[in-house]
């Protein structure tokens, strides 16, 4: 039995446009469909998620799916909202980034089952690397007028007079490499459905005038917004670059943070797409969160249900547990629980300085450790002022004038974290 996923996106959010007829086709019985995407990183970013949502809510809904990796488009560059040409990609890198890629959308596509809706992965170089020059532009190339290619948003653009790269020849070509894809996916596997970004409706479309006009046959294109960010800063990106989901690029704990400092605007957005919850439930979680925005249970809901599928249970665990040493009471058994990633994602940007492992071997005192050794305070004279007071911790503990930090008190024997007040920190590294 199929579902009726158009329906399923639309109250998410997640439908832009679709060609007419699509979601009685879609009603009819299992179909199949793909979604390309881009293997220029051995890993997807948070960018690629709502289109790899978009084929899990199509196999949920009893549908087939199909994911597309852009060997041979990789090697191009899309046009489509770039201004500028992508690098060039060899096929060993590329065959390695595909790998480490269908390992990360089998979180969220079953590949293996015997059902007959199991997800397949494609790789467009394998049918694209063996054509010739002159045989593509015999066979695809004379079936789409010049006049039509012009007419797409995302050729207009880069021809504009804003645009002052131009557009290279091996991109204005990208839509009928594109477009044959559809064309290949269509007669090879009857798929006769491509979804993608808003911004892909005119590459989309060129494979369906190819289907209608090469083989006879009715292809069908649907698309979902571009997410963007209530504040008009770019979705997906920090100060440090992409949201990447392997955790070796941006850490379970980067990764948990980012989805838990939205705004409330976007939380309510971004729940309903980028999680599987129901309606009733997401219903529920934004009228419990309207009444208490302060706890912010729209944003911590967000971010446990996608770091868990990204990631995993202990993954979160080990987050919320590294999230609550900055903003909340510790100790210095949840520190020395820490990975040293996880310590150095907490505590970047915070003031640090290095001691050598001697001078921890024979005990470094709290004054020296405060001041003339690391710079945290100005003086000695303050480092006593501020001991004095009770306001110094090492390792989230309290301590006074005559503590010693020793080699037991090291975090991945490497570091020690002081503290003044609640939010002044220091990382102190201990070097070999």
């Excluded at 065959?95 to 015997?114: G, H, M, T, V």
């Excluded at 009471?329 to 629980?337: A, C, F, P, R, V």
């Amino acid at each position: 039995m199929t579902l009726n996923f158009v329906k399923e996106l639309e109250w998410r959010g997640m439908l832009h446009d679709a060609m007419p007829g699509t979601e009685e086709y879609l009603m009819d019985g299992m179909q199949s469909a793909y979604v390309g995407i881009d293997p220029t990183a051995d890993s997807l970013h948070i960018g690629h998620l709502v289109g790899v949502m978009m084929l899990r809510h199509f196999q949920l809904a009893g549908h087939k799916p199909y994911a597309l990796i852009g060997g041979a488009t990789g090697m191009i560059g899309d046009p489509s909202g770039k201004s500028a040409e992508r690098n060039l990609l060899d096929e060993q890198t590329l065959r390695y980034n595909q790998e480490a890629l269908k390992e990360q959308l089998s979180r969220f596509l079953d590949f293996k089952s015997d059902a007959s809706n199991a997800a397949v992965l494609v790789n467009n170089y394998d049918w694209m690397k063996d054509f010739s020059f002159l045989a593509f532009i015999r066979d695809v190339g004379k079936h789409i007028t010049v006049n039509y290619m012009m007419s797409k948003d995302s050729v207009k653009k880069r021809l504009s007079a804003e645009a002052k790269e131009g557009m290279s020849f091996t991109e204005f070509t990208y839509q009928l490499v594109q477009g044959y894809d559809f064309l290949h996916l269509f007669r090879t596997y009857n798929c006769t459905l491509q979804m993608g970004g808003s911004d892909q409706w005119g590459n989309i479309t060129t494979g369906t005038e190819l289907i209608r006009r090469i083989a006879g046959g009715k292809g069908y294109a649907l698309t979902c917004p571009l997410i963007t960010k209530a504040d008009g800063t770019k979705f997906g990106k920090t100060e440090s670059g992409n949201v990447w989901l392997d955790a070796n690029r941006t850490s379970p704990y980067k990764f948990y943070q980012y989805w838990l400092n939205t705004s409330d605007a976007d939380a309510e957005k971004y729940i309903k797409i980028f999680t599987f919850l129901t309606k009733d439930e997401i219903e529920k979680l934004i009228s419990e969160h309207n009444e208490a925005p302060h706890i912010r249970l729209l944003q911590k809901t967000l971010a446990e249900e996608i770091t868990i599928m990204v990631h995993s249970q202990e993954d979160l665990d080990n987050a919320v547990k590294a999230s609550g040493i900055l903003f909340g009471k510790s100790t210095s058994e949840d520190l020395k629980g820490l990975n040293e990633k996880t310590f150095l994602d907490i505590f970047e940007g915070v003031p640090q300085a290095e001691v050598s492992m001697d001078s921890i071997h024979d005990g470094l005192d709290m004054i020296a450790a405060l001041s003339a050794q690391t710079g945290f305070l100005n003086s000695n004279g303050e480092a006593r002022r501020e001991l004095k007071q009770n306001s110094i911790s090492v390792n989230k503990e309290k301590v006074k004038e005559g503590f010693v930090i020793t080699k037991n008190d090291l975090i991945n024997n490497k570091f020690v974290l002081l503290q003044r007040g609640k939010k002044n920190y220091f990382v102190i590294t201990v070097k070999n």
